[in-house]
């Protein structure tokens, strides 16, 4: 158990992420009116700029999440708008994923299901070291595995969780049933059922991310910076 | 405190310290108000009205946005009645690969449902105006596996849509039924102008924006200069897990604008929503606007903060009125079916529920376009 610590370190209310979000702070009252800002100062407005605005225009949440940069950047957009619970959900389960592939339960699962482009670095960083060794056992891994899920399941899904997602019930009963059945049968035939229901709340996230934080994302002055460094 | 003013002070303390400063006085001057309410009761939706009528308006960024709600909103609305019309009709979902339909044993799917839920039984008859017939099966198959990444609506897509929407009648009589499944009225608009929307050059007007229906997670604020004053509007999400959050915003409130939607008392909570089952008299979102107004009226904090209710949606409750009385929600209710009564009681009710006599409480109605008012 203590060595999954690590593994949870990626947090809420993580004291590095919160700095970061206050520096990017203070600069930052009036993300809406970069338009109007624009033309006030048409002079300076280069075609580098230009372009930078098109671009965000353009980006997808994908994108955004497979680049170390813009991954960070959206993570501290949405601890302001207090949802970071969202994206800690997306990290926490594709490293899941992540540690099920580098061990021999990959052996047991035919479909690893729905990827997200989340950095390896960031994957990895957060995971403790342990956890990438490949000598773990398969039954080790298997209870290790169990563990994550056990903790994901009441960080995120159970209605008195502290980062409870905003999941419609089919997605979370899937989840809670799911669950429950581990109590009958916690062999590893259980995990390609697990990824499945985990895979569908996952979607979930990703869609109101998409229609709702990551449109307000693109319209921030941080996105279009963003966008100006890229090109 | 004292002891963190120390000479070591660096001149980048001493500007956050003034930035800081600045801020305060600012937020002193503006006026904070919380948009609070239950989900889906419209918070965001005169959000994007105030924005329209006392802010900037909506840029073409913006309407990009909204464009891509939009289409996410008719991808979701349609995967959805397709899903319900295949569950109630114990229909295979056609070809769909992965997930061997259901992971999990039904007898444990059924145990949780039922500890949560509340059958009402159908007759075979009542099901089988829900089979989608074959014809449909490939637009079916089509929709089902779209998962938005990139949710533009292609020229397919709106094929098997408008299809869909137009000829099965399945969907339609599935639609009927959408205050237990989670579907927006608004669907049924999105849905008949498939064609509009679906155009590559498409941006949503006015009347689009404002019906768009999405989810909000955490929190956005907004400041609104209207003559002198200012407001710092802040709007939230309404799910159980996003109302933890409110407690974040809590402080130094000048009023809090409480948005109950007038129609929901048929309606089942997004995170509550299984399928056609559900009893809307045991659980529905009237019952559970009244559960978090109730909670947000017993706040310490807000004991002397003025309240503001708006009851929204008054245009689509002339319509429900005729069909569903307000005693789902209000058992009590012992009026005519007819819409002023009824609207009355709830607004009414609602007062009631204050049990702080000196605090200052203001009813307003409006209409889920009220913007268009004008544009009639």
């Known amino acids: 158990m203590s060595d999954l610590r690590p593994y949870k370190q990626w947090r809420w209310s993580d004291p590095h992420n919160n700095n970061n979000n206050n520096n990017n702070n203070n600069n930052n009252n009036n993300n809406n009116n970069i338009p109007r800002q624009a033309s006030l100062s048409h002079s300076k407005e280069t075609s580098e700029r230009r372009t930078a605005i098109e671009m965000s225009y353009q980006l997808t949440l994908e994108e955004v999440l497979a680049k170390k940069n813009g991954f960070e950047l959206f993570a501290s957009h949405l ?17 899941l994923k992540h ?3 580098i061990h021999q339960l990959c052996r047991y699962v035919s479909d690893i299901g729905y990827r997200i482009p989340i950095p390896p670095t960031l994957i990895q960083k957060h995971l403790h070291p342990h956890l990438l060794q490949t000598h773990i056992s398969t039954t080790a891994a298997w209870a290790i595995c169990l563990d994550m899920f056990h903790y994901m399941y009441a960080q995120y899904i159970m209605s008195d969780s502290v980062a409870l997602l905003n999941l419609s019930f089919e997605s979370s009963n899937a989840i809670t049933c799911q669950m429950h059945r581990l109590k009958h049968d916690s062999t590893v035939h259980e995990l390609q059922p ?16 998409r229609a709702d934080s990551f449109y307000r994302f693109q319209l921030s002055r941080e996105c279009i910076r963003y966008c100006e460094e890229l090109i | 405190m004292g002891g963190c003013m120390s000479d070591s002070q660096d001149t980048t303390d001493r500007n956050v310290e ?3 400063e600045k801020d305060k006085k600012q937020d002193t001057r503006a006026h904070k108000l919380l948009l609070l309410g239950a989900g889906g009761s419209g918070k965001s939706t005169f959000f994007k009205q105030l924005k329209a009528i006392h802010g900037e308006g909506h840029n073409d960024r913006e309407k990009e946005g909204f464009k891509r709600q939009i289409h996410g909103q008719v991808v979701e609305s349609i995967q959805l009645l397709i899903r319900q019309c295949k569950t109630v009709t114990k229909d295979p979902l056609p070809g769909i690969k992965d997930e061997d339909d259901e992971p999990f044993g039904n007898d444990d799917l059924d145990d949780a449902r039922l500890s949560n839920s509340l059958k009402v039984e159908m007759t075979e008859t009542e099901i089988a ?8 099966d490939q637009s079916c198959q089509y929709l089902l596996e779209i998962h938005g990444s990139r949710s533009a609506l292609t020229e397919q897509l709106v094929t098997h849509v408008k299809s869909l929407w137009n000829e099965c009648p399945a969907i339609q009589a599935m639609f009927e039924h959408r205050n237990k499944i989670g579907i927006p009225d608004s669907s049924a608009f999105f849905f008949n102008d498939i064609e509009r929307i679906g155009r590559s050059d498409y941006t949503p007007d006015h009347k689009d924006i404002v019906l768009a229906r999405y989810r909000t997670t955490g929190m956005t604020e907004k400041e609104f200069h209207i003559k002198d004053a200012v407001f710092k509007v802040l709007d939230v999400g309404g799910q159980r897990n996003e109302r933890k959050k409110w407690i974040h915003f809590f402080d130094g409130v000048t009023a809090v604008l409480f948005v109950v939607s007038l129609t929901c008392y048929d309606e089942v909570p997004f995170e509550d929503v299984t399928d056609l089952a559900a009893d809307v008299t045991l659980m529905n979102s009237m019952l559970e606007s009244i559960k978090v107004f109730e909670d ?3 706040f310490e904090c807000f004991q002397k903060t003025g309240f503001i209710l708006f009851f929204n949606k008054a245009d689509l409750m002339q319509e429900k009125i005729k069909r569903v009385p307000i005693t789902n929600a209000f058992p009590n209710y012992k009026g005519p079916q007819e819409f002023k009564p009824s609207v009355d009681y709830i607004s009414k009710y609602f007062l009631s529920l204050n049990r702080v006599p000196e605090r200052e409480m203001l009813l307003r109605f409006f209409f889920e376009y009220v913007l268009f008012v004008n544009y009639w």
Request: glycine share 0%; aromatic share 12%.
């Open chain 2, 129 to 136: 105006q829900f089979k989608i017939a074959k014809e449909f």
């Open chain 1, 79 to 95: 601890v302001k708008e207090l949802s970071l619970e969202n994206v800690l959900f997306l990290v926490e389960y594709m490293q």
């Open chain 2, 296 to 298: 947000t009226l017993d």
């Open chain 1, 99 to 101: 540690f099920v592939m």
């Open chain 2, 18 to 20: 003034r930035e800081i």
């Open chain 1, 194 to 209: 697990l990824i499945a229901v985990f895979d569908v709340a996952a979607r979930d996230i990703m869609s109101l991310l």
